[in-house]
């Protein structure tokens, strides 16, 4: 049994949401930190602009 034959057949929802998970929670975790980093950046430029 080889690596096309493991893959070839689709496992129950466990291996689907384990590789699931490994995939998108860097992701996630990294688009999180980008939108926390712009909103702060944003509301610092209106802050300096208004005062």
Known sequence: MG???YWG???P???LCRC???TFTPAII???FFVLFV???YYLLLFTLYF
Do not use: F, K
């Open 13 to 15: 929802c466990t291996d």
């Open 39 to 41: 909103l702060n950046y």
């Open 9 to 11: 057949t689709p496992e």
């Open 30 to 32: 990294l688009t999180v």
């Open 3 to 5: 690596i096309l034959d």
């Open 20 to 22: 699931s998970m490994q």
